[in-house]
């Protein structure tokens, strides 16, 4: 079957790979209909997130129709059509029985202190071939699939895999309540589904900060206040949006992969941490191979955070879900402490979520489709990647069809 595998930063490749298996009897193999890119792949790719194992297929967003169930998963039928949750969870260890199953005990093979299992990942979450494929191993399947109802689309679905759900985790570590004002930094994907569901939750005013021009469009069709931090100083322009007060909450869904400005009145302030930003550079991403424009790090790793905390509120609270890797060492903790701010982060608890958002699909409380601007044949996914990674115009979020 054709896949997508990771050989090196800078070189990935679709190859012809064996067709899975099951292997335990919690396993489910499935024939997947749809997978996504999601920013998150780019990190393995540009080296912004280290120690992926060669031959790792990658992808962590998938729907698809079950084809073989391992003895003990007795929840589904062959023939069922399921959401893959991107992180991995047994659904029975005391974190999964609590809700934390983004840190379950039993699924990363690396043991109960590894952390977050999820597909695709490096080698300290599995790793787990991924979902950009034609059909996926699914380990722990009864808790880490979710049926999807029958008048749910595959595409509706595939959207509620990872980037909806990630951003509804970072509302709820927000603490989103009625009549707040929310800052969103990273108008990608999960940013917009940030945007949303800080609206879901009752925000009055949502500012979404970035400096692409089509995702800050799409964040207005949203009904957010949109600040493009290459034309204006983001921190000035969210003070004046609030009254002088700031926000009452900041989500950072841009993570590792931030960018300073290059332009407008933020780009001197930039200029001026210009070797501060290049030694957090050096940390995160210490092996890169940038080719014709493609697979570069992001120059400034902590940037969305420093904006975050500037702007929001005295004890504010701040919700990172923006990916970092465990090599990222340096974030501005005396100026969160002197703000009495609280901070929440992590991996997304993905089989928690899903059911629920699944139900707001289905009754038409939210159409995630709006979020998806691209739908390419798994055959084109190296021309997709490239450019969704140089964040080209109209290149959002893009949906993956296997041919076969």
Same mark, same amino acid.
């Given at each position: 079957?054709?896949?997508?595998?990771?050989?090196?930063?800078?070189?990935?490749?679709?190859?012809?790979?064996?067709?899975?298996?099951?292997?335990?009897?919690?396993?489910?193999?499935?024939?997947?209909?749809?997978?996504?890119?999601?920013?998150?792949?780019?990190?393995?790719?540009?080296?912004?997130?280290?120690?992926?194992?060669?031959?790792?297929?990658?992808?962590?967003?998938?729907?698809?129709?079950?084809?073989?169930?391992?003895?003990?998963?007795?929840?589904?039928?062959?023939?069922?059509?399921?959401?893959?949750?991107?992180?991995?969870?047994?659904?029975?260890?005391?974190?999964?029985?609590?809700?934390?199953?983004?840190?379950?005990?039993?699924?990363?093979?690396?043991?109960?202190?590894?952390?977050?299992?999820?597909?695709?990942?490096?080698?300290?979450?599995?790793?787990?071939?991924?979902?950009?494929?034609?059909?996926?191993?699914?380990?722990?399947?009864?808790?880490?699939?979710?049926?999807?109802?029958?008048?749910?689309?595959?595409?509706?679905?595939?959207?509620?895999?990872?980037?909806?759900?990630?951003?509804?985790?970072?509302?709820?570590?927000?603490?989103?309540?009625?009549?707040?004002?929310?800052?969103?930094?990273?108008?990608?994907?999960?940013?917009?589904?940030?945007?949303?569901?800080?609206?879901?939750?009752?925000?009055?005013?949502?500012?979404?900060?970035?400096?692409?021009?089509?995702?800050?469009?799409?964040?207005?069709?949203?009904?957010?206040?949109?600040?493009?931090?290459?034309?204006?100083?983001?921190?000035?322009?969210?003070?004046?949006?609030?009254?002088?007060?700031?926000?009452?909450?900041?989500?950072?869904?841009?993570?590792?992969?931030?960018?300073?400005?290059?332009?407008?009145?933020?780009?001197?302030?930039?200029?001026?941490?210009?070797?501060?930003?290049?030694?957090?550079?050096?940390?995160?991403?210490?092996?890169?191979?940038?080719?014709?424009?493609?697979?570069? #790090?992001?120059?400034?790793?902590?940037?969305?955070?420093?904006?975050?905390?500037?702007?929001?509120?005295?004890?504010?609270?701040?919700?990172?879900?923006?990916?970092?890797?465990?090599?990222?060492?340096?974030?501005?903790?005396?100026?969160?402490?002197?703000?009495?701010?609280?901070?929440?982060?992590?991996?997304?608890?993905?089989?928690?979520?899903? #059911?629920?958002?699944?139900?707001?699909?289905?009754?038409?409380?939210?159409?995630?489709?709006?979020?998806?601007?691209?739908?390419?044949?798994?055959?084109?996914?190296?021309?997709?990647?490239?450019?969704?990674?140089?964040?080209? #115009?109209?290149?959002?979020?893009?949906?993956?069809?296997?041919?076969?």
């Amino acid at each position: 079957m054709k896949a997508l595998v990771w050989h090196a930063v800078g070189d990935i490749r679709l190859d012809d790979v064996p067709e899975p298996a099951i292997e335990k009897p919690t396993d489910a193999v499935i024939r997947l209909t749809a997978s996504a890119i999601c920013g998150t792949d780019l990190h393995f790719v540009r080296g912004t997130f280290s120690k992926m194992q060669p031959g790792t297929i990658l992808g962590h967003e998938g729907v698809g129709v079950i084809e073989a169930l391992g003895d003990d998963v007795r929840n589904f039928a062959v023939g069922d059509r399921v959401v893959v949750c991107s992180t991995v969870s047994c659904g029975t260890c005391p974190p999964c029985r609590e809700g934390n199953t983004a840190q379950c005990d039993n699924a990363n093979p690396n043991g109960p202190a590894a952390g977050t299992c999820f597909f695709g990942g490096p080698a300290a979450t599995g790793p787990v071939n991924g979902l950009q494929a034609e059909k996926a191993r699914i380990p722990y399947a009864a808790n880490t699939l979710v049926k999807i109802p029958d008048n749910v689309s595959d595409e509706q679905a595939l959207m509620v895999s990872d980037i909806f759900p990630t951003a509804w985790f970072g509302a709820e570590a927000g603490e989103i309540k009625k009549g707040d004002v929310v800052a969103v930094f990273g108008c990608g994907p999960v940013g917009q589904f940030a945007i949303a569901s800080a609206f879901l939750k009752g925000a009055a005013r949502v500012i979404a900060v970035d400096g692409h021009v089509d995702r800050l469009a799409m964040a207005r069709r949203q009904g957010a206040f949109t600040v493009n931090f290459e034309e204006e100083d983001p921190v000035e322009t969210l003070n004046r949006l609030t009254g002088g007060v700031g926000a009452d909450c900041a989500i950072d869904a841009v993570g590792v992969d931030s960018q300073h400005a290059h332009h407008g009145p933020a780009a001197e302030e930039a200029q001026q941490k210009a070797d501060k930003f290049a030694a957090e550079v050096d940390q995160v991403a210490p092996e890169t191979h940038p080719q014709a424009g493609n697979w570069v #790090p992001g120059d400034a790793p902590t940037q969305a955070l420093e904006w975050a905390i500037a702007t929001l509120k005295k004890a504010g609270r701040l919700s990172i879900i923006g990916v970092y890797p465990p090599e990222a060492e340096t974030f501005p903790i005396g100026k969160a402490m002197n703000k009495n701010l609280t901070l929440k982060m992590g991996n997304c608890n993905h089989h928690t979520i899903i #059911p629920g958002l699944l139900e707001l699909v289905r009754t038409g409380a939210i159409d995630p489709v709006k979020v998806l601007t691209k739908v390419e044949p798994l055959s084109d996914v190296l021309d997709a990647y490239k450019a969704f990674d140089k964040r080209q #115009p109209g290149w959002i979020k893009t949906e993956l069809v296997p041919q076969s």
